[in-house]
């Protein structure tokens, strides 16, 4: 999915005005791209001058870290709240359930998707 680095983007527009859904607007001197709307055709990344729109697989490490941090705060909550330190380690296992979870649903919507390429 998009989104616009604002260090780089200048305010343009040039991705607005070539937006076929108008989902992007200039914010206080930056793009920002509406996500409930966007159809993620791509054509605001080739169109940027600045290559300020950007690609949501830049931000793998950043939501790894995020995922990491809710875990360990949970599991601190979890010892703290529960009074064990076997909750700690229980609250670790059933968030490595989720993720698994998680990795099974993006496994399984990639096979889906490939039976929409004929």
Known sequence: MPWVDRDKCTGCGTCVDNCPVGT???????AEINMDKCIHCGTCHDVCPEDA??????????????NIAMTKKFMDDCEKYLESAAERKKCLNRMMKHFNAEKIIAEKTLEELKSLES
């Open 53 to 66: 729109v950007r690609h949501d697989s830049e931000k793998i490490p950043d939501r790894v870290g995020e």
């Open 24 to 30: 992007i607007l200039i914010i206080g001197e930056a």
